[in-house]
C-alpha cells in the first residue's frame, strides 16, 4: 500500500511539474520574480502549495519507512529467551 502511495505522489508530481529545479520551485513559493517565468507553472497559491507539499512527502518518505520499520522490529523484553532490560549485542545474536 505505501508503495502504491508514493508512486501516486510520483504520478501527481509529474503531471504538475515538468524537471523543475527545487530552488525554482522554493522561489515560487516565495514569490520571487521571474521563478514560475517560462516553465508553464500557474502562479495560483492553491497549485505552489499542493506541489511543495508533494515535494514534503516525496523527501520524508525514507525517513518515514526507516520509523516504521524500527517500530515493526520486537524489543528485547518481547523476545523469548531473554531477560527484561536486556538486549544482545549488535553481531551477537545466535540464529533460531
Known amino acids: 500500500?505505501?508503495?502504491?502511495?508514493?508512486?501516486?505522489?510520483?504520478?501527481?508530481?509529474?503531471?504538475?511539474?515538468?524537471?523543475?529545479?527545487?530552488?525554482?520551485?522554493?522561489?515560487a513559493?516565495?514569490?520571487?520574480?521571474?521563478a514560475c517565468q517560462g516553465?508553464?507553472?500557474a502562479r495560483e497559491t492553491e497549485t505552489l502549495s499542493t506541489l511543495?507539499?508533494?515535494h514534503e512527502q516525496i523527501?520524508?518518505?525514507p525517513e518515514k519507512l526507516e520509523e516504521r520499520r524500527?517500530?515493526?522490529l520486537p524489543s528485547a523484553e518481547d523476545q523469548a529467551g531473554l531477560p527484561p532490560g536486556n538486549r544482545p549485542a549488535q553481531g551477537t545474536e545466535q540464529p533460531p
Do not use: F, Y
Open 1 to 27: 500500500m505505501a508503495v502504491e502511495k508514493e508512486l501516486d505522489l510520483v504520478q501527481k508530481l509529474r503531471n504538475s511539474l515538468h524537471l523543475v529545479h527545487e530552488d525554482v520551485l522554493m522561489g
Open 59 to 61: 523527501c520524508r518518505a
Open 70 to 72: 524500527l517500530a515493526g
Open 39 to 41: 516553465l508553464g507553472i
Open 52 to 54: 511543495l507539499e508533494i
Open 29 to 34: 513559493a516565495r514569490g520571487e520574480d521571474g
